[in-house]
Every structure is written in C-alpha cells, then in structure tokens.
C-alpha cells in the first residue's frame, strides 16, 4: 500500500535560510509524487509534481523537489525563505492501481522568522 | 483560484442532522475526488467520480454518501452527523482518473457539529 511520511511536524527557518521540507514515500508501484501547500483558511495549491520524467522537478514560488529512488524520499526545498512561504506543506503520493486519489502526509507546518 | 468551487463555506449543524455539500469543478474537468481535513485524522480521501460514475471509495462512513450530475457537479451528503464529522471538507478535480493528473482543489467547506 502507499503511504508518505513526513518528518518534522514543524519547521522554523530564519528569513533568507534554505527550506528543507522532508518527504518519504512507500509504494509498490512506480510513484506519482506531489507537494501542496495551504495558506489559512485556504484550500490546497499544487507546488510540483513527480510523473516519471525529470527526477529534479522546479515548481511555483521558486521550489523544487528531487525524487531520489534509492532513498524514497522526495524533498522539497527552496534556497531563500521569504515571510510569505509561511503555510502548511503537504507531501502526497496517487494511490495504487489505476486509482488516482491521493494519500497524504501529515503536513509540515512552516513558520519563517523575520 | 483554482477554479473549483465550493458551496457553502461554513455550516454549522445539529448532532442528528443532515447537510450537503456541493462542488463544481474547472471547466472541462470530468473527475472530482471528496476529501476530508481534521485535526486527528489528517487530510483522508472519501470517494472520487469519473463522468458520473463512482470510481472510489476511500475512508467513507456509511452515514455519508455523493453524487456527480450530467453537469459534472457533485454532492456529498452527510446524514445523522455526529460531533466528530466537525472537519474541513474539500473537493478536488481533475482532467481524468489517471494517477499521474494533478488535482485542483476548491477552499472547502467548514463543517461544524454541535
């Protein structure tokens, strides 16, 4: 069955600092990966996503992922935090079979410190 | 804004009682997939349409139940709610039922059960 886990339920950097958001996934077949993230109050937005091409993924607001297979781990990272990436990050993976809902992580809450 | 719509916003309800939840996806888009946000259990998939027709069933007590119309619209239903269905539901679409299409979420409905 697939799961994510993803370590650090919450994270603080300082203004200016890299992003590490970790992501670990588990799936018996080939994975589709995915970050959102979600603002308070607010509904989730794509950031990136994982389909089997490129394994170094750029997505929105200038972060990106790199799927690493023998790590089954699909970090996302950004080299500059900004007050605005303050949110709730969320690490999911398409389910197995043909089904294409998608299982969840726990979410990484990101606080950035001015 | 994703483009998927969501109505109502807020409920606020009675233990024992019924409400429905309704959502429209972006244009052109012919899957919507039911999620539920809480505190305890995280972001949980419910089910997911395809074209009208039931595709998934994710973690869906038997209290609740959905429908996707010729419009592409959806409803899901929750009868004889209980103080632990307060949560945050959120629908999403997609352009098909493939694993690897992105999903486009809607702000979510705010449930609450007093």
């Known amino acids: 069955a697939q799961s994510v886990t993803q370590l650090g339920s919450h994270v603080s950097v300082s203004e200016g600092a890299l992003v590490l958001l970790r992501c670990n996934y588990s799936s018996s077949v080939p994975p589709y990966l995915f970050w959102y993230v979600q603002y308070p109050n607010q509904g989730l937005q794509l950031l990136l996503k994982y389909t089997s091409a490129a394994t170094l993924v750029k997505g929105i607001n200038g972060f990106e992922a790199e799927f690493k297979k023998s790590e089954t781990s699909f970090h996302l990272t950004k080299p500059s935090a900004h007050m605005s990436d303050a949110a709730e990050y969320f690490c999911a993976v398409t389910a197995g079979g043909s089904q294409g809902n998608l299982i969840f992580g726990k979410g990484t809450k990101l606080s950035v410190k001015p | 804004d994703s483009g998927v719509t969501q109505t109502p916003k807020h409920l606020i309800t009675a233990t024992g009682q019924r409400v429905t939840l309704r959502c429209s996806p972006r244009?052109?888009?012919?899957?919507v997939y039911w999620y539920q946000q809480s505190l305890d259990q995280g972001l949980q998939f419910l089910i997911h349409y395809y074209n009208g027709e039931e595709r998934a069933k994710g973690n869906i007590l038997e209290r609740f139940s959905a429908q996707q119309f010729p419009d592409l619209h959806s409803e899901l239903n929750l009868s004889s709610l209980e103080l632990g269905d307060s949560a945050l539901y959120f629908c999403?679409?997609?352009?098909?039922?493939?694993?690897?299409?992105?999903?486009?979420f809607g702000p979510g409905t705010r449930l609450t059960v007093l």
């Open positions: 999403a679409s997609s352009v098909s039922s493939g694993r690897r299409n992105e999903q486009f």
């Open positions: 244009s052109g888009d012919l899957s």
